[in-house]
């Protein structure tokens, strides 16, 4: 069984979206972050450079800001998890 909290990023948009799932009966919480679509030629260029072992510095990311209110749920996620024993893990 699980427990779903839903944060979605200060800009309101959809696209950045973070989801909490807590499996109970195995003690851990998973995390699922949405990643950016980008048009099909960035992803091309992405790909090549990829493929041609290049790799930014800083690496690939985009950002997620959070909400005052959000603060709540996370608390709430992470007493949940120092409830749980030490076979508990984030993923």
Do not use: W
Not at 40 to 60: C, D, E, M, P
Not at 63 to 84: V, Y
């Amino acid at each position: 069984m699980t427990n779903d909290s839903i944060i979605i990023c200060q800009c309101h948009s959809a696209e950045h979206q973070i989801i909490f799932r807590e499996f109970k009966d195995d003690k851990f919480i998973s995390m699922e972050v949405h990643l950016n679509k980008l048009p099909i030629l960035k992803r091309i260029r992405y790909a090549l450079k990829y493929i041609f072992g290049h790799q930014s510095k800083y690496g690939a990311f985009a950002e997620f800001i959070f909400k005052p209110e959000d603060a709540e749920i996370l608390q709430n996620l992470t007493n949940r998890l120092k409830q749980t024993d030490d076979k508990a893990t984030i993923h």
